[in-house]
Structure formats: structure tokens, C-alpha cells
């Protein structure tokens, strides 16, 4: 079993939906990351949280530790947000352990 | 110019060449990671760096070699590239744990094709 587990695979969605990506871990960890991976494959970090619920503009993350599962959502969403989402944990020494993403496509 | 700068962008090479990815950084970082990413497979670690004088392997290190050869360079060589080394290779920086700042920093990827 993967020490990361993202859900869906892959996400289909129409312009102005408002999206969830799941995330669950089976080890400790010492914060969470979301990231998104354009076509072009270039990475960018989107959120890096331990508690609670951060926003981002249309972004939101949220993260239940008890529960070891975290959300990404996207609300209104648009064909821009097209990406794969990839959910990584953080460990106690510092290396990042990756889900395999999601794939969102946005149709307009 | 970006914070995390990997060269080359793309590369095309025969089994059995040496080749080598390097990785530089503006970001100040004092760790420094090299990951490979196949199509169906999450991100996986092939080195890490703490500082200079701290390299370790990750879960797939064999058939790579790294080079710290400053705080802000971080090179990945293949001594004898075989075609399932054919991938996509990250570069990422981050801070030292309780850094305000501890994220991570990603260059844009080389695309190795070996053939």
C-alpha cells in the first residue's frame, strides 16, 4: 500500500464546478504539501500546512491530522486550473514522500 | 531568472554515456534534493543534500551519482545511462527545518530520453 494515496486519479469537470482532490497518509508526518504540475511539467508549491485550513485566491487546503486526510478544493473552478495536483508529506527528516497526482481537466 | 535553474531542459543521449543534470539555486537553501518522475508513478528520491559536506541516497540512488559542489549546486550524473532511465528529473530546494520559509522550490525539470 502507498504511503500516499490521492483520489481521484482523474477529475473531468465543466467550468465553475467547484472541485475536491482527497488525500490520505499512513505515516507521521510533520506537514503536508499540495503542488501542481502544469502540461508544460514545471512543479509549483500551492500550499505547505501541519493544522487547520489555508486559502489561496480560488484555492483551499485543509488537513484533519487525527485523520490523516487532507483536501484540496477549488472553487469556481476554470479551464487554467487544468493541471495534475500532487499531495506530498513531509517527514521527520525533511524528505518529501509523493502521492501519484490527480489530473484535473476543466472543460470551458 | 528562476529561483531553482536546472540545464539542460531536454536531453537526448545513447545506453551507456556519461551524462550529467546540474542544478543551481537562489534561494539561499541549504538542502537540495534530485527526484525522477515516470508517467503512472508519484515523484521518487533519488539524492538528497543537507549542506555541502551531507549527501545521502535516496530510495532509487543506484545508477546516479551526485555532486554538492557549492551551498547553491547540486549536479546528478549517470555514469552509464541504460534506456529505463528515461524519465523526468527534479530539482528542489528547501530550508532547514523551522526555516520561516520551509517550503519547497522546484526547477523546471530535464526530460532525459536515453536510447
Known amino acids: 500500500k502507498n504511503e500516499v494515496e490521492q483520489s481521484p486519479q482523474n477529475l473531468t469537470a465543466q467550468e465553475g464546478e467547484f472541485i475536491t482532490i482527497n488525500c490520505s497518509y499512513s505515516v507521521g508526518i510533520s506537514a503536508l504539501h499540495w503542488l501542481q504540475q502544469h502540461p508544460g511539467g514545471g512543479i509549483v508549491s500551492l500550499f505547505m500546512l501541519s493544522s487547520g485550513k489555508k486559502k489561496h485566491g480560488r484555492l483551499i487546503a485543509t488537513i484533519n491530522i487525527q485523520e490523516k486526510h487532507s483536501s484540496l478544493h477549488i472553487t469556481a473552478s476554470h479551464p487554467r486550473d487544468s493541471a495534475v495536483y500532487i499531495c506530498a508529506v513531509r517527514g521527520s527528516q525533511g524528505n518529501l514522500i509523493f502521492g501519484k497526482g490527480t489530473k484535473l481537466s476543466v472543460k470551458p | 531568472d528562476a529561483d531553482v535553474t536546472q540545464t539542460p531542459r531536454n536531453r537526448i543521449t545513447k545506453t551507456g554515456k556519461r551524462i550529467m543534470l546540474e542544478c543551481s539555486q537562489t534561494k539561499g537553501h541549504d538542502r537540495m534534493y534530485w527526484y525522477r518522475q515516470d508517467p503512472g508513478l508519484g515523484l521518487r528520491l533519488i539524492y538528497y543534500?543537507?549542506?555541502?559536506?551531507?549527501?545521502n541516497k535516496g530510495e532509487i540512488s543506484d545508477g546516479y551519482s551526485v555532486s554538492r559542489q557549492a551551498q547553491a549546486k547540486f549536479s546528478l550524473s549517470l555514469e552509464s545511462a541504460i534506456p529505463n532511465q528515461t524519465a523526468l528529473y527534479f530539482c528542489?530546494?528547501?530550508?532547514?527545518?523551522?526555516?520561516?520559509?520551509?517550503?519547497?522550490?522546484f526547477g523546471s525539470g530535464t526530460r532525459l530520453t536515453v536510447v
Open positions: 543534500s543537507f549542506d555541502v559536506k551531507d549527501i
Open positions: 528542489a530546494t528547501s530550508a532547514s527545518p523551522g526555516g520561516i520559509n520551509y517550503g519547497y522550490t
